[in-house]
């Protein structure tokens, strides 16, 4: 039995879903392949650029094909706004790397130090001088990224006066502990280190 699909059909229906699906996976691939770039993970990044480049080809090579379709070249380029917000949700969701947050406290630290001890989180206390000319503690936290929204649930709730900033850490010195509580369970363990 042969299947028939009407050309009108397929030209302005099918074959731009295919293109979009393509190029949602292509531009996803590509969004977490540079995050893991930033964060040294050249193998991982090798990998999923492999992947990219494959599925690059085919949709690239279906819009090049069929230039006069405007279907396929808008749902090409519909694809990529899409590939890249949901590249940026999966990466968020795999939660790779470590950052560092920086908690800058007018208030008496202890509490705090205690508390985020007693979580596993590993601080450095620092005193400093505000703009003001009023004395700060400045607590730097090494987190691992899949720890992170304990960290930012615990100081939002218990300590809103509180300011911290956070940013990514490129590379850390190897077997270097920064977090002291036994490490949640995860499929993707080996990926987040």
Not at 117 to 130: A, N
């Amino acid at each position: 039995m042969e299947i028939v699909v009407d050309p009108v059909l397929f030209s302005w229906v099918l074959l731009p879903l295919i293109i979009l699906i393509a190029r949602i996976i292509e531009t996803s691939l590509k969004t977490i392949r540079q995050v893991y770039i930033t964060k040294g993970f050249k193998y991982l990044a090798a990998g999923i650029g492999t992947g990219e480049v494959s599925v690059w080809l085919l949709s690239t090579g279906l819009v090049i094909t069929n230039l006069t379709n405007i279907m396929c070249i808008l749902t090409y380029i519909v694809g990529y706004v899409i590939g890249t917000i949901l590249g940026i949700d999966i990466e968020n969701r795999l939660k790779v790397g470590n950052v560092i947050v920086r908690v800058i406290t007018k208030a008496n630290p202890e509490p705090m130090i205690v508390e985020l001890r007693e979580k596993g989180f590993g601080i450095t206390r620092l005193e400093g001088t505000g703009s003001y000319g009023s004395v700060v503690s400045v607590l730097l936290v090494l987190v691992p990224r899949h720890e992170l929204d304990e960290l930012l649930n615990i100081l939002n709730r218990n300590y809103p006066g509180a300011i911290f900033s956070i940013e990514d850490i490129r590379s850390l010195k190897e077997n270097v502990s920064i977090f002291y509580k036994e490490r949640k369970k995860s499929l993707l363990k080996w990926i987040q280190r």
